[in-house]
């Protein structure tokens, strides 16, 4: 009966009836994972890590019970935890690379300080060097536990310490490409380019888990729409499994489309069989299936995008595709790969769907006469060092409210920033769940400011801001991932609330709460330059003209070698 609630997903009924179970039998390992999933699913987070913990005491064996609590516990901002347990899990499990990789590039999805920046960085810094001191790649058992290890797990997390990380990802993309080497030997080795026939297409692939509504690849959808079909034909590979409509986009864009849910080997072998001149991934770093395609060589050329704007490291990837406005002058320090700046944004991103306002404040509960800054994005893009800035704001705007949206892990933090100034953070601090987009866009519509991070821009969610025409305060930052907002509005044209630095933020943003006059201009100007920054085919252009030489240079090169 236990069984059936939990397929039924009865979460609720079904972890009594395993409660009930386990006070009469010792029960098996899978028992502690369902009850422990049911505990999830209903948000009683102490009993979830509770139940992890007590089965990994009876199944100290048990990879999955090991798992879940690690990447979990640091989920929740428990690092001390998580670090422990990858310690634990790896002498339980000695010859399980993932516990290895655990264990040593283990880094918080938030910081308390920036003294806790520095001690994790150099933290990852040896501990990437212990492993790869300590990997070995002898045994057909060690060469599959690394392929399975990198295929659990990236290195996400580092690119939030708002450092160049080019270094440290060239070491662990050599590592990468390593373990796939000695795994796919025969996906590694260099591919020739047959010469282009008169009136023959060069073919272009994508390949990515996201080809759905997803940050990381919506914008590739501008590319394929706009794509000149006379000189291109366009592959897409979709690894991963939730298709909606985004997808039945890429499919009709697409001139061939694979469906190959995680199963490396044969989306492998299909792309090495369609023969691409290119292959291009919107983003590696989110996706661990995607980021071992991207350390085998699979096309004679491969390219990534920004959909994770981070260097790869990796050395099967020859060009970033980035964009003008957001690089800084001397990016290219930044990347393993050759740097492609494309016109504008980079990217033809489609003007979202905007819905009329449909709610009040109230249904959110929030008051008319609040100035309301939206702050709407993941946990891990604000830096501990920025806070101060949220209560300097509030002392100088006694009516703002900041709305967080996914901020619950910021709230002692937060309290400790608003203290600092005499406040109480909760007079001031929304903190909202939104699960429905019509409700995200309403939150925007009915917002007075949208407050950027610092060091890593928002990219998805400033878009659909400048959209539903909230202004928008950014300061750019040293490196790409931190100047998306900004240049989004250098392409509006509606450059007024860009910082020079902190203190400049905390002016644009006070000035915007308290006079309502200069906010709806700034709101007005923005919807009437809306043409400029969506659907950009202008960058659409540059990038097939980059493909074109891309392959003369390559065919060429065959040729007269």
Same mark, same amino acid.
């Given at each position: 009966?236990?069984?059936?609630?939990?397929?039924?997903?009865?979460?609720?009924?079904?972890?009594?009836?395993?409660?009930?179970?386990?006070?009469?039998?010792?029960?098996?390992?899978?028992?502690?994972?369902?009850?422990?999933?049911?505990?999830?699913?209903?948000?009683?987070?102490?009993?979830?890590?509770?139940?992890?913990?007590?089965?990994?005491?009876?199944?100290?064996?048990?990879?999955?019970?090991?798992?879940?609590?690690?990447?979990?516990?640091?989920?929740?901002?428990?690092?001390?935890?998580?670090?422990?347990?990858?310690?634990?899990?790896?002498?339980?499990?000695?010859?399980?690379?993932?516990?290895?990789?655990?264990?040593?590039?283990?880094?918080?999805?938030?910081?308390?300080?920036?003294?806790?920046?520095?001690?994790?960085?150099?933290?990852?810094?040896?501990?990437?060097?212990?492993?790869?001191?300590?990997?070995?790649?002898?045994?057909?058992?060690?060469?599959?536990?690394?392929?399975?290890?990198?295929?659990?797990?990236?290195?996400?997390?580092?690119?939030?310490?708002?450092?160049?990380?080019?270094?440290?990802?060239?070491?662990?993309?050599?590592?990468?490409?390593?373990?796939?080497?000695?795994?796919?030997?025969?996906?590694?080795?260099?591919?020739?380019?047959?010469?282009?026939?008169?009136?023959?297409?060069?073919?272009?692939?994508?390949?990515?888990?996201?080809?759905?509504?997803?940050?990381?690849?919506?914008?590739?959808?501008?590319?394929?729409?706009?794509?000149?079909?006379?000189?291109?034909?366009?592959?897409?590979?979709?690894?991963?499994?939730?298709?909606?409509?985004?997808?039945?986009?890429?499919?009709?864009?697409?001139?061939?489309?694979?469906?190959?849910?995680?199963?490396?080997?044969?989306?492998?072998?299909?792309?090495?069989?369609?023969?691409?001149?290119?292959?291009?991934?919107?983003?590696?770093?989110?996706?661990?299936?995607?980021?071992?395609?991207?350390?085998?060589?699979?096309?004679?050329?491969?390219?990534?995008?920004?959909?994770?704007?981070?260097?790869?490291?990796?050395?099967?990837?020859?060009?970033?595709?980035?964009?003008?406005?957001?690089?800084?002058?001397?990016?290219?320090?930044?990347?393993?790969?050759?740097?492609?700046?494309?016109?504008?944004?980079?990217?033809?991103?489609?003007?979202?769907?905007?819905?009329?306002?449909?709610?009040?404040?109230?249904?959110?509960?929030?008051?008319?006469?609040?100035?309301?800054?939206?702050?709407?994005?993941?946990?891990?893009?604000?830096?501990?060092?920025?806070?101060?800035?949220?209560?300097?704001?509030?002392?100088?705007?006694?009516?703002?409210?900041?709305?967080?949206?996914?901020?619950?892990?910021?709230?002692?933090?937060?309290?400790?920033?608003?203290?600092?100034?005499?406040?109480?953070?909760?007079?001031?601090?929304?903190?909202?769940?939104?699960?429905?987009?019509?409700?995200?866009?309403?939150?925007?519509?009915?917002?007075?400011?949208?407050?950027?991070?610092?060091?890593?821009?928002?990219?998805?969610?400033?878009?659909?801001?400048?959209?539903?025409?909230?202004?928008?305060?950014?300061?750019?930052?040293?490196?790409?991932?931190? =100047?998306? !907002?900004? +240049?989004?509005?250098?392409?509006?044209?509606?450059?007024?609330?860009? *910082?020079?630095? &902190? #203190?400049? %933020?905390?002016?644009?943003?006070?000035?915007?709460?308290?006079?309502?006059?200069?906010?709806?201009?700034?709101?007005? =100007?923005? !919807?009437? +330059?809306?043409?400029?920054?969506?659907?950009?085919?202008?960058?659409? *252009?540059?990038? &097939? #003209?980059? %493909?074109?030489?891309?392959?003369?240079?390559?065919?060429?090169?065959?040729?007269?070698?």
């Amino acid at each position: 009966m236990s069984q059936k609630f939990f397929q039924e997903g009865r979460w609720q009924e079904a972890a009594k009836k395993y409660q009930k179970y386990l006070e009469i039998h010792p029960g098996d390992a899978e028992i502690y994972w369902n009850l422990s999933h049911c505990y999830r699913q209903l948000n009683l987070i102490d009993e979830y890590f509770g139940t992890l913990q007590q089965g990994i005491e009876l199944y100290s064996t048990d990879a999955r019970l090991h798992f879940s609590l690690i990447i979990d516990l640091r989920r929740y901002g428990r690092i001390q935890e998580a670090i422990v347990s990858s310690e634990k899990a790896s002498q339980f499990l000695p010859h399980d690379y993932t516990f290895q990789i655990l264990k040593h590039l283990t880094v918080p999805s938030i910081y308390e300080n920036q003294e806790e920046i520095k001690f994790y960085r150099q933290r990852f810094t040896q501990g990437l060097q212990n492993l790869i001191q300590e990997t070995s790649l002898k045994t057909p058992e060690e060469k599959n536990s690394a392929l399975a290890g990198i295929g659990r797990l990236t290195n996400f997390y580092l690119s939030y310490q708002a450092q160049n990380d080019i270094d440290l990802q060239r070491q662990y993309g050599k590592l990468v490409h390593e373990i796939m080497a000695v795994n796919y030997p025969q996906w590694v080795v260099p591919l020739s380019m047959s010469k282009l026939q008169p009136h023959q297409k060069i073919r272009i692939g994508y390949v990515s888990h996201y080809l759905h509504s997803y940050s990381g690849t919506l914008w590739l959808t501008g590319w394929l729409r706009y794509c000149d079909r006379q000189s291109f034909e366009i592959y897409c590979y979709y690894t991963g499994n939730d298709p909606d409509p985004i997808t039945q986009q890429f499919q009709e864009y697409s001139d061939v489309f694979h469906h190959i849910p995680y199963n490396l080997s044969a989306a492998c072998e299909q792309i090495i069989a369609d023969r691409l001149h290119i292959l291009v991934f919107p983003e590696i770093g989110m996706d661990a299936q995607t980021m071992q395609m991207a350390g085998l060589r699979l096309a004679p050329v491969q390219c990534v995008a920004w959909g994770h704007p981070v260097t790869t490291g990796l050395p099967t990837i020859d060009y970033f595709l980035s964009s003008e406005l957001m690089e800084p002058e001397n990016a290219q320090e930044h990347y393993s790969e050759n740097l492609i700046r494309l016109p504008n944004i980079g990217v033809s991103y489609p003007k979202p769907y905007i819905p009329p306002v449909i709610k009040t404040r109230s249904d959110y509960q929030l008051q008319d006469d609040a100035v309301i800054y939206l702050c709407c994005q993941a946990p891990f893009k604000y830096l501990p060092q920025y806070d101060f800035i949220f209560a300097e704001i509030a002392r100088l705007v006694p009516k703002a409210k900041f709305v967080f949206l996914r901020g619950n892990l910021l709230r002692e933090r937060l309290n400790r920033a608003f203290a600092g100034v005499g406040l109480n953070s909760e007079d001031y601090c929304v903190f909202l769940t939104i699960p429905e987009r019509l409700d995200y866009l309403m939150i925007n519509l009915l917002s007075d400011v949208y407050l950027d991070t610092f060091c890593w821009s928002g990219g998805n969610t400033t878009l659909e801001a400048i959209a539903c025409n909230l202004p928008i305060v950014t300061c750019p930052g040293e490196f790409m991932r931190g =100047r998306h !907002s900004y +240049s989004f509005l250098k392409m509006l044209g509606v450059t007024d609330t860009i *910082a020079k630095n &902190e #203190t400049e %933020y905390i002016e644009i943003a006070v000035k915007l709460g308290l006079n309502s006059v200069w906010r709806h201009s700034i709101a007005e =100007r923005m !919807s009437q +330059s809306h043409e400029r920054l969506f659907d950009d085919k202008v960058c659409v *252009a540059a990038l &097939e #003209t980059f %493909y074109k030489q891309v392959v003369e240079e390559v065919c060429s090169k065959h040729f007269s070698a």
